[in-house]
């Protein structure tokens, strides 16, 4: 499995990893990781074991955005490789998340 999600011991921050390739191969899985907790969770994307981000990966991020309120949602991506950090800048993905 690519992609893993631990929710907070108080409930209040749900923390999904991927590992490997984030691309269209976990659609589903990453989908599902963020629809069975729904709004009102501060959502952590942990990228620290990611390879590889493409397009499909940037459009599941603005599709759970959008799914989470727009920009009533709380997304933070982190622990991003250099290189993953430069297309989220490049695609002005700083403007709509929190990046660290």
């Given at each position: ?7 907070s011991?108080d ?34 994307i ?13 459009g ?41």
């Amino acid at each position: 499995m690519s992609i893993d999600s631990r929710l907070s011991s108080d409930g209040k921050t749900l923390t999904i990893g991927v590992r490997g390739r984030f691309d269209f191969s976990v659609v589903n899985e990453f989908r599902g990781a963020y629809e069975a907790k729904g709004k009102g969770v501060h959502y952590v994307i942990d990228l620290k074991q990611a390879e590889h981000i493409d397009s499909s990966a940037l459009g599941m991020l603005l599709n759970m955005r959008s799914f989470l309120g727009g920009d009533e949602a709380n997304i933070q991506i982190i622990h991003c490789a250099p290189g993953i950090r430069k297309i989220l800048e490049i695609s002005r993905f700083d403007k709509k998340f929190q990046i660290s």
